[in-house]
C-alpha cells in the first residue's frame, strides 16, 4: 500500500455521513459523473450510505487495491456541493476539532440531499370522530387542530406515539394531503417599499451596497445604538443582492426573532425570506434546502445552523446582534457561527455584516487590527432618544420584605400603568426560585445527574434542571430529613416577580418571556401581536427580551438584578453585563415617547453600571479592552479548553491527568489543570478540565492535534476541545 494523491479516473474518495468513519474510496461506476462535491449514495457492509465525493488530497489515505474498491451505488440529483464550501467544511472542522462528517451534517443537514423529490405526504384532522376514543386519542384530537405534518410530527405534537396517529389515520380522522418536494418562492421585490434614510444611514447604506457589487471579501462591523435603524442600512444591502441576483444569509441569535423578522422583511421587500431553524417541519425543511440549494431562495434568515447550507451562489451574509454569545455552540461541533461566518465570507468572497449596538470585544479588536471595516450609527432614528438610565441602589432603596422590587421601581411601574404605556421588567432567570432549601436541616434539592440545583418552576408544579432537563415533582417533604412543610423557595424567578406583580397591580396585564414559554417562532410571532394591540402592561422576561424587538408604546425599562452576571466572574463577565443591559434598555423609549431605565444593584459604583448610567459606552469598551490586554486574555491571546468526561469519575481524572502530564512545552504555550469542571456532573459524567493559554503567534490547532492524537482512553471516556471557549463551566 501507498499514499497516493492522484487517484485514478474512476476512483472516488468520499466523506460518509458517519462521524466514526474516516474517508473512504469507492469505484465510480461507468456513466455516472461524480466528481468533487457530489452527493452520492455508497455501500457499506450492507448498508448504504450518504456521503460527498471529495478531493482525494484533503485526505490522504492508505489507498487500497482497485480491485477491492465497490461501486458507488448512486448520483443524487442535487446540486453538487461548491469548492468554496468544501474549503469551509474542512476549515471548521480543523480549526475546532470535529469530525469532517459531523461538520458536512450540518450541510446536509434535511435529508433533502437524499430524498427522491416525491411528494411528501403529510395528514391534517378532517373533523370526523372515531367511534372508539381513548384518552390519547382525545389529546390528538384537541392539539391537532389546524395542524398538518408527518405521522412522526404529528405524533411529537400531539405528545402521543406514532400508532396513535397511525390509528386515528386508518380509524378515518385524517386526512391525507401531498405536499410539493419544491417550494413555491416569490422572489422578494427590491424596491417594494423602499425607505427615506437619514444621512448617516445613506452613508452606510451605500458602503454596503457597492460592497455587493464588487463581490469580494470584506468584514464590516456594522455598530450603531440601539434603533438607529441598522435594519433599515442592511436591507439595502439586501436589496443590491436581489438586484444582482445573489443570495443572502442573515443570521438572527434566537428562533424566536425570525417571526418578527420575517414580517419586518414582508414589509420591506413584499413577501416573506425562507427560514431555517430547529422549528421548521419535515416538509419545509426539505423544500427549503432545495430551493436554497437550487438558488431560488434569494434570501435565507436563521439560527446559527443556517450558516453551514449549500447556497448555490451567496453574495452576502449578515449577523443580526453580532454580539450574542448564542451564536456560539456548545455540543457537537463547538464552533461560533460569527468567526464562521467570516471564514464562509473569506472562502465565497463576499462581505460580511456584523451588526450589533454592543459589540464584542473581539469584533472591536478587529477593527483596531485594520481586518473589519468599522460603520457607525451613533443616534437614534428620528425624534427618538436614548433612554435614561438610573441605578438603583438595592441598599438604600430596600425593597419590601418577601419582595424583589425596589420602592423607586414599584413606583415608576404604577405611574407608567396610569399612563398607559408598557413596561418591561429584566431579571435572566427562567422558572420560580432557582433553589429549594429545607428550613429545618439546611438541605438543597439538587439534580441527581448534575452539579446544579434544582429550578422550581410554579406554572408547571414542578421543579427542573436546567442542564440536563430532568424534572420531578414539587416534593412535599423534604426527601433529606422528611420534614413536612419545611422547604422553602430561595431568590427569585421570572415567575416570582410575575407573581409579585400582580399582587401590586391585580389589575395589570402581564406576560412572562422565557424560553419556556416562547418555544417557537409561531409563539413569539404571538407575543409580539399581543403587545403591539396593546393587550400587555407589563413584561417580565430573561435576556430573550433584551433584543430585536421595537414596541413603540414600550417606555419602562427595570432591570431587577444587575448584579447577577458579574457574579460567575469569568472572563467575559463584564462585558456580557453591559451588553445584556444596554440591549434591554435600548427597548425603551424606541418612538416618540422617551424611555426611562432603572437598575437595581447593590454596587452602583462598579464600572459596568456608571458606564451604563453615564451612557459612557466608550469609557466601558476601552477600559475593559485594557483590563484584556493587561491580563493577556483574549483577543490579546487564544484559549482552549478540553473537557474529559465519564461516568467513572476515577476514569476521567485518570485521562484528565495524562492529558495534563504530557502537556508539550513550548515558547508562549500554557497548559491549566487539570481540574474538577465547575459543573462537576453534567448528565451523570464526571467532568474535569484543562484550559490551553496561548500566544496569538502559536499554531495551537497543530500543537494541540500533535499531542492528543498519541494518546489513549478508555473508550466510555469523551475528550472534547473547546476552541475560543465561552463557557467556562
Ligand atoms: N430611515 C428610516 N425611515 C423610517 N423609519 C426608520 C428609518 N430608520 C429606522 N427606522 C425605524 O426606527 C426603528 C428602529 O430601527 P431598527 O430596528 O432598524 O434599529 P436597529 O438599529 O436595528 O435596532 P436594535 O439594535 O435596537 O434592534 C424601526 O421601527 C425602524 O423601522
Ligand atoms: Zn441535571
Not at 57 to 72: H, N, Q, T, W, Y
Not at 265 to 281: D, I, N
Not at 592 to 608: D, I, N
Amino acid at each position: 500500500m501507498n499514499r497516493v494523491h492522484q487517484p485514478a479516473k474512476d476512483r472516488a474518495r468520499v466523506l460518509l455521513l458517519n462521524a466514526a468513519l474516516g474517508p473512504l474510496d469507492y469505484r465510480i461506476p461507468e456513466g455516472m459523473d461524480a466528481r468533487p462535491g457530489s452527493i452520492v449514495m455508497a455501500p457499506l457492509g450492507p448498508r448504504k450510505l450518504p456521503g460527498v465525493v471529495w478531493e482525494a488530497e484533503s485526505f490522504p489515505v492508505d489507498e487500497i487495491d482497485a480491485k477491492k474498491l465497490r461501486p458507488l451505488l448512486e448520483l443524487r440529483d442535487v446540486p453538487p456541493l461548491s469548492a468554496p464550501l468544501r474549503r469551509l467544511i474542512e476549515w471548521t472542522a480543523r480549526y475546532y476539532f470535529a469530525a469532517p462528517a459531523s461538520v458536512l451534517r450540518m450541510v446536509l443537514s434535511s435529508g433533502a440531499a437524499f430524498a427522491d423529490n416525491r411528494p411528501i405526504i403529510e395528514y391534517r384532522l378532517n373533523g370526523n370522530v372515531p367511534d372508539r376514543m381513548t384518552p390519547q386519542r382525545e389529546q390528538a384530537l384537541e392539539k391537532l387542530v389546524d395542524v398538518q405534518g408527518t405521522i412522526s410530527e404529528l405524533a411529537f405534537k400531539a405528545d402521543v406515539s406514532v400508532a396513535v396517529i397511525r390509528g386515528l389515520e386508518k380509524a378515518g380522522a385524517l386526512d391525507r394531503h401531498e405536499v410539493s418536494a419544491f417550494a413555491d418562492i416569490k422572489p422578494p421585490d427590491p424596491d417594494f417599499a423602499k425607505v427615506d434614510l437619514s444621512d448617516d444611514q445613506t452613508k452606510i447604506g451605500n458602503v454596503l451596497m457597492g460592497a455587493v457589487r464588487d463581490a469580494a471579501f470584506q468584514p464590516y462591523l456594522l455598530d450603531g445604538v440601539t434603533g438607529s435603524g441598522k435594519t433599515e442600512v442592511y436591507f439595502e444591502a439586501v436589496a443590491e443582492a436581489l438586484r444582482q441576483d445573489k443570495q443572502t444569509l442573515v443570521l438572527l441569535p434566537e428562533i424566536a426573532l425570525t417571526e418578527p423578522f420575517l414580517d419586518r422583511f414582508q414589509a420591506r421587500f413584499g413577501t416573506e425570506p425562507v427560514a431555517w431553524h430547529s422549528g421548521l417541519k419535515q416538509s419545509d425543511r426539505k423544500k427549503n434546502w432545495r430551493a436554497l440549494a437550487d438558488g431560488d431562495a434569494k434570501v435565507v434568515v436563521g439560527a446559527r445552523s443556517a450558516l453551514f447550507l449549500p447556497y448555490k451562489n451567496l453574495g452576502l451574509i449578515i449577523v443580526d446582534e453580532a454580539h450574542e454569545v448564542s451564536f456560539k455552540q456548545e455540543d457537537g461541533v463547538r464552533y461560533h457561527a460569527r468567526d464562521v461566518a467570516v471564514m464562509r465570507g473569506l472562502h465565497e468572497k463576499i462581505p460580511v455584516v456584523l451588526a450589533s449596538a454592543t459589540p464584542a470585544i473581539e469584533s472591536r479588536h478587529q477593527v483596531e487590527q485594520g481586518n473589519y471595516e468599522l460603520l457607525e450609527l451613533p443616534a437614534r432614528f428620528g425624534a427618538a432618544t436614548l433612554p435614561e438610565i438610573e441605578a438603583l441602589d438595592l441598599t438604600q432603596d430596600i425593597p419590601a420584605r418577601g419582595s424583589w422590587l425596589a420602592p423607586t421601581l414599584v413606583k415608576a411601574l404604577e405611574e407608567n400603568l396610569d399612563k398607559g404605556e408598557q413596561s418591561l421588567l429584566f431579571l435572566n432567570r427562567r422558572g420560580f426560585a432557582p433553589l429549594t432549601l429545607c428550613r429545618t436541616c439546611g438541605h438543597r434539592i439538587n439534580c441527581p445527574n448534575c452539579t446544579a440545583w434544582m429550578v422550581e418552576h410554579r406554572l408547571t408544579k414542578r421543579l427542573a434542571c436546567h442542564h440536563c432537563g430532568h424534572v420531578m415533582p414539587q416534593p412535599e417533604q423534604c426527601p433529606e430529613c422528611g420534614d413536612e412543610d419545611s422547604l422553602v423557595a430561595c431568590g427569585p424567578g421570572v415567575e416570582r416577580i410575575c407573581d409579585e406583580v400582580k399582587m401590586l397591580f391585580p389589575q395589570a396585564r402581564t406576560a412572562i418571556v422565557t424560553s419556556d414559554t416562547i418555544w417557537s417562532p409561531a409563539k413569539a410571532g404571538e407575543f409580539v401581536a399581543q403587545m403591539e394591540a396593546g393587550a400587555i402592561d407589563i413584561v417580565v422576561g430573561t435576556q430573550l427580551v433584551t433584543k430585536g424587538y421595537h414596541f413603540p408604546n414600550l417606555t419602562l425599562v427595570g432591570v431587577v438584578d444587575a448584579d447577577i452576571g458579574l457574579e460567575g466572574g469569568d472572563l467575559r463577565a463584564a462585558e456580557r453585563s453591559f451588553q445584556q443591559i444596554a440591549q434591554v434598555a435600548g427597548r425603551a423609549g424606541r418612538a416618540e415617547k422617551p424611555g426611562h431605565v432603572y437598575v437595581q444593584t447593590r454596587m452602583p459604583g462598579a464600572p459596568v453600571i456608571q458606564a451604563l448610567i453615564k451612557g459612557d459606552r466608550d469609557g466601558f469598551y476601552n477600559a475593559e479592552t485594557e483590563s484584556r490586554r493587561a491580563a493577556a486574555a483574549p483577543p490579546f491571546s487564544r484559549l482552549a479548553a478540553i473537557i474529559v468526561s465519564s461516568e467513572d469519575n476515577s476514569e476521567a481524572m485518570e485521562t484528565a491527568r495524562l492529558i495534563g502530564q504530557t502537556a508539550p512545552k513550548a515558547e508562549g504555550f500554557a497548559v491549566y489543570g487539570p481540574a474538577p469542571a465547575p459543573l462537576a456532573m453534567l448528565r451523570g459524567r464526571h467532568r474535569h478540565r484543562l484550559l490551553i493559554h496561548a500566544h496569538r503567534s502559536i499554531e495551537l490547532q497543530e500543537i494541540m492535534r500533535e499531542w492528543l492524537e498519541k494518546l489513549e482512553w478508555p473508550r466510555a471516556v469523551r475528550v472534547g476541545v473547546d476552541v475560543d471557549p465561552y463557557s467556562f463551566v
